[in-house]
């Protein structure tokens, strides 16, 4: 009986650390605030992806990435 409520008291720490560290306000980094997109493709050798890209870099310029 005592173990649960051992473990029940540590799942209950755990969350609410976990809703703090979730809650905290966001800093902003070095770079101004400017939001940062990372994708990832297997190779830009091919005509399509190279295509694929362009447009994707020009549409996420357009939106201010």
Same mark, same amino acid.
């Given at each position: &009986? ?6 029940? $008291?540590? &799942? $209950?720490?755990? &969350?609410?650390? +976990? ?7 966001? $800093? $902003?980094? /070095? ?8 994708? +990832?493709? +297997?190779?830009?050798? /091919? @005509?399509?992806?190279?295509? @694929? @890209?362009?447009? &994707? ?9």
């Amino acid at each position: &009986m005592k173990i649960k409520k051992v473990l029940w $008291t540590i &799942m $209950t720490m755990v &969350m609410i650390a +976990s809703l703090v560290v979730a809650c905290a306000p966001k $800093t $902003t980094g /070095t770079d101004g605030g400017k939001i940062k997109v990372g994708l +990832s493709f +297997s190779d830009f050798a /091919t @005509e399509r992806w190279k295509n @694929e @890209e362009i447009l &994707m870099r020009g549409l996420l310029e357009d939106l201010g990435y």
